[in-house]
């Protein structure tokens, strides 16, 4: 189709472009999030590690007779101007098949596949990379355990010069390149990413002051905690759980405080937004203190700034849950304008459904079929002209994925006093 031609992003090696935007429709239990949770089953499967006699925490279909047969995940993404497929077969017990390839020209260079039999014994052929060293080599001899992805394994188990820069990249992309918001979920611990970016502080507050937050500016404090008084945070301290890439590890305490380990010592940082009054007065509230609308769209606006700046992959299931209708058409406006990379979401919002503002090939539905599977169509599926007013054929079932409702009114006459 024509139309919107910034909203496309070439594939490379191919003539084929890609969508930077798919929002999805669904009725309550249509499985929209089931999409965000399969992805970041993927990501958790590419990066994490398993316990040794543990399963694979697969969740698997649970209709039918198909509870006990494999599930398979297949993902294509960019990374450096190259594209990639990741994907394996996993049960219960193992990882059965995965396979990662360089997707050239519409072939497929393998760098390495990888199968588990049923004695549980691990098998890879990595000769397609020319990058690792002798001990990615000595690893794929071994193979890893049988319910971790090799791909998790190479990440656990090598350093970066070991790994090479291709794997390197492609491990990268997983950790910082994809990331996956839940609609009671920020972006990041938001008082490390804005005491950490000035750039970041002002856009974010700005953004809230332009969407009439009544904030405006955020503060955000960092301070050293004393030896003496660790001990205070013990419970929270030991939160902290592994450290990142860069050294720092971060907890949240469920108060608009987060703790800080960098190096070997702790921070406490606190943000603040500020509210002036009619004489210019300037009154600090605490996070807790805000609406719920405007902390999710607090916790939404770093994906907006680093998409901005940055090469990535956003997926925020419920997009709406908490804001106004006319603050997620402009977080969606605004990503649009600002050249962003790719970001995915579900929504009940349905004033998104606009032509001026999406393609037909970017807006989705999910429904579910007698057999409780969910399929997945987006309105190119439809014979529609351009002046249609495709909320109101939407919300009127001509597209589908909209609740199917029963006879309510009986429950009131049921329960009817005598």
Do not use: C
Not at 55 to 77: H, I, K, V, W, Y
Not at 171 to 190: C, K, Y
Not at 207 to 227: M, N, Y
Not at 260 to 289: C, M
């Amino acid at each position: 189709m024509t139309g919107h031609e910034r909203h496309l992003a070439d594939i490379p090696d191919s003539k084929e472009k890609v969508l930077r935007t798919g929002v999805l429709y669904g009725a309550n239990g249509a499985g929209k999030s089931n999409l965000f949770k399969a992805l970041r089953y993927v990501k958790e499967v590419a990066l994490g590690r398993r316990e040794k006699n543990g399963g694979t925490g697969r969740e698997a279909f649970r209709f039918g007779e198909m509870e006990n047969e494999p599930s398979t995940f297949d993902l294509q993404f960019i990374v450096e101007s190259r594209l990639y497929r990741f994907g394996f077969k996993v049960d219960d017990r193992r990882v059965i098949e995965e396979w990662l390839a360089h997707v050239d020209g519409g072939r497929d260079r393998t760098l390495y596949e990888r199968v588990t039999d049923g004695d549980g014994r691990v098998t890879v052929e990595a000769k397609g990379h020319k990058e690792g060293g002798e001990k990615l080599s000595a690893l794929a001899e071994v193979g890893g355990p049988r319910n971790q992805s090799f791909l998790a394994t190479i990440g656990a188990t090598l350093d970066a010069s070991e790994i090479g820069p291709e794997l390197g990249a492609i491990l990268a992309w997983f950790r910082r390149r994809l990331v996956l918001v839940g609609p009671g979920e920020s972006f990041a611990p938001i008082g490390h990413l804005l005491s950490s970016s000035p750039g970041l502080l002002d856009f974010a507050g700005d953004f809230l002051k332009d969407a009439s937050t009544g904030v405006d500016h955020l503060e955000v404090t960092k301070q050293e905690i004393p030896d003496d008084e660790l001990d205070r945070f013990t419970r929270i301290l030991a939160a902290l759980g592994e450290t990142a890439e860069d050294g720092t590890a971060v907890a949240a305490r469920g108060d608009g405080e987060e703790f800080l380990l960098e190096g070997k010592r702790y921070y406490r940082i606190t943000v603040q937004s500020a509210h002036k009054d009619q004489n210019e007065k300037v009154t600090p509230f605490g996070l807790s203190e805000e609406s719920d609308g405007t902390r999710r769209l607090l916790s939404l606006i770093p994906a907006l700034y680093h998409l901005q700046n940055s090469i990535g992959v956003y997926f925020i299931d419920e997009i709406d849950r908490s804001l106004h209708p006319i603050l997620v058409w402009k977080f969606l406006e605004f990503f649009l304008r600002a050249g962003g990379r790719q970001i995915i979401f579900t929504t009940h919002e349905s004033n998104l459904l606009d032509l001026d503002l999406l393609r037909r090939d970017e807006i989705w539905f999910a429904e579910k079929d007698d057999k409780a599977a969910t399929h997945l169509y987006s309105l190119m599926d439809f014979k529609v002209r351009n002046d249609l007013e495709i909320r109101k054929h939407y919300l009127q079932g001509r597209f589908g994925a909209i609740p199917f409702l029963g006879n309510l009114d009986r429950l009131i006459e049921k329960g009817q006093p005598v």
